[in-house]
């Protein structure tokens, strides 16, 4: 089993930044691909960003692209997602995920194994 914590969410001002991080437990060889997704009010759960622990392969949604960077700790037990120049469109539930199948190139494309519980960001205009 894996267990997934997530913290470092908050209230922000747009244009602000924030890094979310996710402290992981549990079986390593069942992480072979981290990453992060978001649920905003009312919507679906999106996925914005993964890496791939083999490669070092990252991924990420184009409506982040540039303003995100999802990145693994060396020992693989903490994952993080900066993310600047933050939008009122960020605003949302962050969870972080993690799957047994490799992701090199795509955002979890065998699915999630694991959830966290979520972190809330919300960003004022």
């Known amino acids: 089993q894996v267990q997934l914590v997530e913290s470092g969410g908050g209230s922000v001002q747009a244009g602000g930044s924030l890094r979310l991080s996710c402290a992981a437990s549990g079986a390593i060889y069942r992480r072979d691909c981290m990453g992060w997704f978001r649920q905003a009010p009312g919507k679906e759960r999106e996925g914005v960003a993964s890496?791939?622990?083999?490669?070092?392969?990252?991924t990420y949604a184009d409506s982040v692209k540039g303003r995100f960077s999802v990145s693994l700790d060396s020992t693989k037990s903490t994952l993080y997602l900066q993310i600047l120049s933050l939008k009122p469109e960020d605003t949302a539930k962050y969870y972080c995920a993690a799957s047994e199948r490799t992701c090199p190139g795509a955002l979890f494309p065998d699915g999630v194994d694991y959830w966290g519980k979520g972190t809330l960001v919300t960003v004022s205009s």
């Open positions: 890496i791939d622990t083999f490669s070092g392969t990252t």
